[in-house]
């Protein structure tokens, strides 16, 4: 069920109106969006999900203004969607029926980063790419790296729990989530999680609340964990005949000890549109890897040679090191573009993040060949082979496609499931994902992440729409 808007409905005419004159008091002028035509770029994200114009959209500076906006939205009973960069792949930051946009993004300080401690404390508008340079001035590392890092902000990534190719080594944003200041709907301001790297004090809300997708609180503050930098970064790129023995590659990897940073799967397809941005890569290859290995000299040297050697035995065509940092980082501007060169491919394109089991990465490419045969839906896959995380992308032109689109994306979440895999690797569910959550988590739990949600935001007027399909719905 390809649904890009879920079934609720906009608030009135009247309520946006009210909403727009209280909000103007509340914040003043400067901080207000009104006029649809500055509202309208807010309808969207990067997702094909389906939104509408908001009544307005706050431009918090502080956390004060986050407070302001949850008191007129009490008090009118107005929906509220919390928006950082607005980067998100499945609609999470869409506005499905209108209300009041709270956009962070002018929420934009690095307070702090302490070099003893290893932590930064930032504002949910950095961006991510800012803060990667800002701690690697200090000799430091913070590793969640979404390719969308030039644009991408913090607190969208922690209420995504984005990942990245460097999660297969250093894991996902979770990971390095310490503490937050969180605001919730009622206007409460509550600090949860610590300065620490250990900590067992109660409920780990700070867990709960990354990856809550905006529906349970909006952060002002976070509190995030640095690693050192590492001395050295080699980077290996290694073409095979076919998709599945890229697969067996990692596999072996794996079984040799080798763990890199970083180990990125391309298709044939995508390995066309790298090619096409002018890396050079040789015709016929039916699967890529692009192997990032960090350390010091010797682990790097040690690692990279376990790399070549598992990729050859996986039978590949080409094993190449970049030899320059120019080479290594026209390789990565080539991956971290691919979603947009992929879009230039078809009229319509959507890309679900699914994740399975690492040893079960073969036979979910297979699956995929398969699905697209059976449904005649043009589909192509990339991802983060590391930790079994493929971005299979589907395309298609015209409107009458979209039942076989429809098709296909179910008998891939079936599929996915069936391997013991998750729906969602660093994406979330948002909008698109929600009328398929059954498949993957039982009715009992559903329910009881709703009471969790009740608990929070007892009137649902936090980001609605997200995560679950409305009650009565799609069997959730």
Known sequence: MLTLRPPLPPISAALADRARVELTRALGVSRVLTEEGACEPYARDESEALGLVPAAVV????????????????????????????????GGAVP???????????????????????????????IL???????????????PDPNSAAYCCLGGNVAENAGGPRAFKYGVTREYVLGLEALLISGERLRVGRRTVKGVTGYDLTGLLVGSEGTLAVFSEITLRLVPLPERVMTLVALFPRARQAAEAVRRMVAAGVVPR????????????????????????????????DGDEGACE???????????????????????????????????????????????????????????LPALLEDVERISEETGVRMLSYGHAG???????????????????????????????????????????GVLKAPYLHLEQSAELIETQRRIKATLDPRGLLNPGKIFWPAGHRGC
């Open 59 to 90: 431009l918090a500076e502080r956390a004060e203004d986050i407070q302001a906006t949850f008191r007129v939205a009490n008090a009118l009973g107005v929906p509220v969607v919390p928006r950082a960069g607005g980067s998100g792949k499945t």
């Open 96 to 126: 499905v029926n209108g209300g009041i946009v709270l956009a962070t993004q002018g929420m934009a300080a690095i307070k702090e980063i302490d070099r003893e401690d290893l932590l930064a404390v930032v504002e949910p508008g950095v």
């Open 129 to 143: 790419g800012d803060l990667h340079q800002a701690v690697e001035r200090e000799g430091l590392f913070y590793p």
């Open 262 to 293: 970083c180990m990125e799967f391309l298709d044939s397809t995508t390995t066309g549109a790298v090619r096409a941005r002018g890396v050079p890569v040789k015709e016929g290859a039916g699967g890529m890897l692009i192997v990032e290995v």
């Open 302 to 360: 040690g690692s990279a040679a376990r790399v070549g050697d598992a990729c050859d035995g996986a039978g590949a065509l080409a094993v190449e090191v970049a030899q320059s940092e120019a080479q290594r980082e026209r390789l990565w501007a080539a991956r971290r573009e691919m979603s947009p060169a992929i879009r230039r491919m078809s009229r319509r394109k959507l890309s679900e993040d699914v994740v399975v089991p690492r040893s079960r």
């Open 387 to 429: 930790d079994g995380n493929l971005h299979v992308n589907f395309l298609w032109d015209e409107d009458e496609a979209i039942p076989r689109v429809e098709r296909a994306i179910e008998a891939l979440f079936r599929a996915v499931v069936g391997h013991r895999g998750t729906l969602s690797g660093e994406h979330g569910i």
